[in-house]
DNA sequence: GGCCGCCAAACTGCATGCAATTCAGGCGCT
DNA sequence: AGCGCCTGAATTGCATGCAGTTTGGCGGCC
């Protein structure tokens, strides 16, 4: 029970449990692209439940920030704008900075294996499909945070590793990558040698380079709910944003 | 709209939300302790509401980790071990430092304003009762939150603040949150210098002073259910748990 | 007295039903 | 044709009902 021991939030062996995970991986394969609805009852049809238990999975997922919930509207898969995307990933990494910082040089044989083992199965999936590749490098950083075995750690790296993977497949286009793998290859060499200060700076780096490889600009907002796009312009109120405003970049 | 704008998480103006937020303010105020029963038909008796609405409550606290959910079990209050409070410790210093680090130099005087009268409200509070105390002292962390105008970062850190809070209900024994007023004084004093550093290391610091002041040890466990205190002599299994074993304590 | 099993009450897990709201498209009006 | 209204279908918000599980205590048995 190592790395499955944690997450008995409210979530596993019941059915809500499993639209979640079910949902989780569609999104973060881009099975379900961002701006799709999700209603009730097709998903209760779906997983052989009522519309009460595909709610509650809903709403476990709009917690996670994965789906949009609003009151009396179908639930749709989030759209995190860019900068909700560009926080996600300075969150992220010093989330994951924390998990190298405890990890280094404390793993074990066994846990060394899992990694290369995992890295490989990367390696191994790098010419099927993109959203495979991404879902098997965000599981990488899951992995890792779960050796921890801090299990709030596993949640917030997961979350956060999630929306990550959300605003990918938003703002990015076909990446590859194979970079990411060494960089992978690279975090582990330097867990197992103990460099605490290097493997941190790595992982930053690493994190820091998907993120800007992804995030280049405010992104082509390939068109999702008009709606949306024109949410810039209205902006009401609004009275003291001027936190973090530097970078801020207007949408078209 | 300044502070309160953010929180639309599938929560806001719905029933539920208000019982969330009834029930988040009655676990940090300490009126409800940790291990104490929610069954759902009483929670939904009080607030005037049926069981799928309580219900749904629970799932979004227990997804927030301040109630724990047991298949067929009457929820609980959450009641963290001692590890998983210092995890949580770990985590907030973190996430706050990378607040402030987004913070320094970039507040409007509004907002400095804001943040004057909330710690004058703290030392205003002094002599109440110490859960205010410890609900405003954890407020004025959320309200840093809110001025980063992150969701993400607001989210996370109140989460992790509330689950502090949860733990200091635990582990910690009446402490004087009068030194902790100061310390607020001097970020905010540090953030209108505008010098990054100085106020990462203060909040650094200041979070950490928290931490030890409330988890010098694995806790008194001021008996709440037998079973907790009995949790770690059983220990199924457990193969490969070799992280973060240094500053491992046995319980009593 | 202590221990085990049984039973009713309590509680949760889940589906269904009804009212309220939103959504889509057709109709009439200009 | 363009625009707005209006109506029915789709969908959510919520309560209630029933079945299955846990709980706690009582009586019998050792």
Redo the contacts with the bound molecule.
């Keep these: 029970m190592a790395p499955r021991s944690a997450g008995k939030n409210a979530e596993s062996s ?3 449990g499993v639209i979640c995970r079910a949902l989780r991986r569609a999104i973060i394969e881009q099975a379900l692209e961002p701006g799709a ?8 049809e779906r997983f ?9 999975a ?1 709403g476990q997922l709009a917690a996670e920030g994965l789906v949009e ?7 749709v898969v989030a759209t995190p704008s860019w900068q909700e995307a560009r926080d996600a990933f300075d969150i992220r990494i010093e989330l994951e900075r924390l998990v190298v910082r405890q990890l280094a040089g404390k793993l074990t044989k066994a846990q060394i294996a899992t990694l290369n083992a995992h890295v490989d199965a990367e390696d191994g999936a790098r010419d099927g499909t993109d959203a495979v590749s991404i879902r098997l490098a965000t599981e990488f950083h899951i992995l890792l945070a779960h050796m921890t075995n801090s299990p709030i750690l596993v949640r917030y790296v997961s979350e956060v590793a999630y929306r990550c993977c959300l605003t990918l497949s938003l703002y990015s286009r076909p990446h590859s990558s194979e970079c990411a793998i060494n960089e992978h290859r690279g975090i582990i060499a330097a867990l197992v040698k103990g460099d605490e200060a290097k493997v941190m700076s790595l992982m930053h780096s690493h994190l820091d380079s998907v993120a800007n490889r992804a995030l280049v600009a405010p992104a082509p907002q390939r068109g999702r709910d008009l709606l949306d796009i024109l949410a810039p312009y209205a902006d009401e109120g609004e009275s003291d944003r001027v936190v973090k405003m530097p970078k801020v970049v207007r949408v078209r």
Tied chains: 1, 2.
Aim: aromatic fraction near 0%; avoid cysteine; hydrophobic fraction near 35%.
């Design positions: 019941d059915k809500v609805k999700l209603p009730e009852d097709s998903l209760g052989g439940v009522s519309r009460t238990i595909a709610r509650h809903l919930l609003r009151r009396n509207r179908i639930a």
